[in-house]
C-alpha cells in the first residue's frame, strides 16, 4: 500500500472511515470524501495524529460533474490515482413496496447506485489513462445478494452495485483494473444505530440471527477492502464479497 493514492468516498463515518485508518497506516496516501466535510476533517486529522497521510474531499457522489472534478484534482495534485473505495450511501425507507414515497425511493437510488456509477466511470478513465492497472472496491451489502425485508430501493440499488462491479471488472480485466464489491452484513456504524438497530434489543435481535452471533466492528470490513486493493489479490476480480458473519450461507 506504501505511497499508494487512493480515493475513499464515505470516508467521514463508519466503514469508509475504519477503511481510511487501515489503508493510511498501510502507507497509502488516501483522499477522504465524504458530503460531512467537518467530520472528513476529523478523520484526516485522526490519520495525520497516527502519522499518516491524507487529505479532505468536500464531494456529494450524486453530482456527476463534482466527481469527475474530484478525480481530476487528485491527479493534477499526485499525479495519478492507484486505486478506490466507493463507499458512501444512504440506508433509506425502511417500507414494503406499495408504501414507499417516489422520492425516498430516487434518493436512494441516486446515491447508493447512480454515485456509484459516477464515481467508478471517473476512477476507471483515469486508470485506463494511466496505463498501470489499479483496484476498485465498492461497497453493496448482503442487500446486494439477498433480500432484506421493508428496504426494496436499498436492496435495488446493493444488486445494482453487483451488477456495476461484475460489468466493469469484465470490460476492464485485460487492463488489469480489478473491480470487487464487498457485501457487509450487519456492521456497527452510525448507519446500523439509526436503520435497524435503533435499541439494545432490536440490536440483540439482529445479532441472534446471525450465525456468527454478533454484528461485526467497521475495522472487520476495512481488512478485507485493503486487501481487495493491494496487490495481494492481484488475480481477484468482479467478486461480491460477503463479510456477514455467515449471513448469505444460510
Ligand atoms: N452498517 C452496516 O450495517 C452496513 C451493511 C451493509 C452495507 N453497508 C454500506 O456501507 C457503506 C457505509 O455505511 P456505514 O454503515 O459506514 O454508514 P455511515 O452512515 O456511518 O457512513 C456513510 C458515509 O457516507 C457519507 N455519504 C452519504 N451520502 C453521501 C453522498 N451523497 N456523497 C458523499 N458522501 C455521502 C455520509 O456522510 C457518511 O459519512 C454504505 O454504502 C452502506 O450502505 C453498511
Redesign the pocket.
Known amino acids: 500500500m506504501e505511497n499508494k493514492v487512493l480515493l475513499v ?9 475504519a477503511t481510511v485508518m487501515r489503508l493510511a497506516g498501510d502507507g497509502a496516501h488516501v483522499v477522504v ?4 466535510a467537518e ?2 476533517a476529523a478523520t484526516v486529522a485522526d490519520v495525520h495524529a497516527a502519522g499518516g497521510s491524507a487529505e479532505v474531499c468536500e ?4 453530482d456527476h460533474g463534482a466527481v469527475a472534478a474530484a478525480v481530476h484534482d487528485i491527479v493534477a495534485e499526485h499525479g495519478r490515482l492507484d486505486g478506490a473505495f466507493n ?5 433509506g425507507p425502511t417500507a414494503k413496496v406499495v408504501d414507499i414515497d417516489p422520492a425516498d425511493w430516487a434518493q436512494v437510488l ?3 447506485l447512480t ?1 456509484v456509477f459516477n464515481c467508478i466511470q471517473a476512477e476507471i478513465a483515469q486508470m485506463v489513462k494511466q496505463d498501470t492497472g489499479g483496484s476498485i472496491v465498492n ?5 446486494g445478494v439477498v433480500a432484506l425485508p421493508r428496504a426494496t430501493a ?1 436492496n435495488a440499488a ?1 444488486h445494482g452495485v453487483v451488477g456495476i462491479t461484475r460489468t466493469a471488472a469484465l470490460e476492464y480485466a485485460p487492463q488489469n483494473i480489478r473491480v470487487n464489491a464487498v ?10 444505530e ?3 438497530a435503533t435499541t439494545p434489543e432490536r440490536r440483540d435481535l439482529i445479532a441472534a440471527a446471525v450465525p456468527m452471533r454478533r ?1 461485526a466492528g ?1 475495522h472487520e ?1 476495512a481488512d478485507v477492502v485493503a486487501w481487495l486493493l493491494s496487490d495481494q489479490s492481484s488475480y481477484v476480480t468482479g467478486t461480491a464479497m460477503p463479510v456477514d458473519g455467515g449471513w448469505t450461507a444460510k
Open positions: 468516498t464515505g470516508g467521514a463515518s463508519g466503514i469508509g472511515q470524501a465524504d458530503m460531512q467530520s472528513a464531494l456529494d457522489v450524486t463507499n458512501a450511501g444512504i440506508g441516486a446515491v447508493n454515485g461497497t453493496a451489502s448482503i442487500g436499498y446493493k457485501c457487509p452484513g450487519f456492521i456497527d456504524t452510525p448507519m446500523l439509526a436503520g435497524a454484528v467497521p470490513v
